[in-house]
C-alpha cells in the first residue's frame, strides 16, 4: 500500500514562497503520475499541478501558470512562488497508477492521496 506524507505548508504573506514535499513509501507503482491538489472548505478538490514518473511531461492548471512549479527527484516538491490569498487551501499529494500522454486532472484517476498540509497565505 502507497503512503504519501506532503510537508511544507505554512502561514505566509502574500507574494512570499513555499515549497511542498511529498514523500512515497511503502509499494510499488512502475509508472506513476504524480500529482498536487488542492481543496478549501466547502469546494471540490481543484487539480494543481501533475508530472508523469519520468518527469517529461507537466501540467499545470491555469490560475498557477508561472508561478507554481512541479518537480520530482526522489520526492516530488511543488515550489510556489508570489503566492495570493486565493491560494490558501489545504494541498494534497497523489499518485495515479496511470501513466497516459494526458495527464490525469480530476482527482478521481489518483488512486492514494496524502493527508494535506494547510497553506494559508495573508494579504
Known amino acids: 500500500q502507497v503512503q504519501l506524507v506532503e510537508s511544507g505548508g505554512g502561514l505566509v504573506q502574500a507574494r512570499d514562497s513555499l515549497r511542498l514535499s511529498c514523500a512515497a513509501s511503502g509499494g510499488y507503482v512502475s509508472t506513476p503520475t504524480m500529482g498536487w491538489f488542492r481543496q478549501t472548505r466547502g469546494k471540490e478538490r481543484e487539480f494543481v499541478a501533475g508530472?508523469?514518473?519520468?518527469?517529461g511531461r507537466i501540467t499545470y492548471a491555469d490560475a498557477v501558470k508561472g508561478r507554481f512549479t512541479i518537480s520530482k527527484k526522489t520526492m516530488v516538491y511543488l515550489q510556489m512562488n508570489n503566492l495570493k490569498p486565493e491560494d490558501t487551501a489545504v494541498y494534497y499529494c497523489a499518485l495515479s497508477r496511470r501513466s497516459e500522454v494526458t495527464i490525469p486532472i480530476m482527482a478521481n484517476d489518483y488512486e492514494y492521496w496524502g493527508q494535506g498540509t494547510q497553506v494559508t497565505v495573508s494579504s
Open positions: 508530472i508523469t514518473w519520468d518527469g
